[in-house]
């Protein structure tokens, strides 16, 4: 019995899945890290928000999934909803450093906006074509 050969490297998808294919290798090699790897400069952090981040490798991950989530959909909308955007982005921002170090009060901001910029995605998705 023989087999196809199947291609050393599978063919990237085109368009809009290439851009998801993106950012799951880019999640994927982000939580691969041996130390966490936080969306910023943890040298930079000063805020306590920003240190539990830092010292959290779990906190850590969910801060890139949500900021690669929010890059990859502000370059998919026009400008008006992209304001609008920003906007929210700012005020969980806020809602996040009300959380100070507690890292239980961050996972549960992390997990509201990341299901939030999921749902939003699933929207745009649903209007498609891609």
Known sequence: MTFPMLPLRPALPSGFRASLYLLATNVAALASRAAPAASFDCKLAKQPDERAICASRQLSEMDVEMAVRYDMLT???????????????????????????????????????IGTLKEEYGQLKSRGPF
């Open 75 to 113: 370059g998919l909308v026009a400008m008006g909803t992209r304001g609008n955007m920003q906007d929210e982005q700012h005020a969980w921002l806020r809602e996040r450093a009300g959380c100070r170090g507690d890292r239980g009060c961050l996972r549960a901001a992390y997990a509201r906006r």
